[in-house]
């Protein structure tokens, strides 16, 4: 029989006492964050207008094809999945001359 339930305070304990290999990276300052969060919107909003409109997804195939690319449609990230942001960043990044 356990002596001892784990409690909230006792994970997050242990959640400040781990050994993270990301502990040693530089924290942002307000204003970074800011600026991330703010691009990020832009690059949602950017995204929503290509996916919505077939006029948009058009224009998006022709930039495609004028830069040689495969034409992929970006990629919205979803709240509920945490690595979806990085799979639309990486993608947006990919097609940064399509973009620009």
Do not use: Q
Not at 60 to 67: A, G, N, P
Request: proline share 5%; aromatic share 8%.
């Amino acid at each position: 029989m356990p002596t001892h339930c784990s409690t909230v305070e006792d994970e997050d304990e242990e959640y400040e006492n781990a050994d993270w290999p990301y502990a040693n990276l530089p924290s942002l300052s307000e204003i970074e964050m800011d600026a991330m969060a703010n691009t990020l919107k832009k690059v949602r909003t950017g995204i929503r207008k290509v996916r919505a409109s077939t006029v948009n997804r058009h224009k998006w195939m022709k930039l495609c094809e004028e830069y040689k690319m495969p034409c992929l449609l970006p990629i919205l990230d979803v709240a509920v999945r945490w690595s979806s942001t990085y799979n639309m960043l990486t993608r947006v990044l990919a097609y940064k001359e399509v973009i620009v």
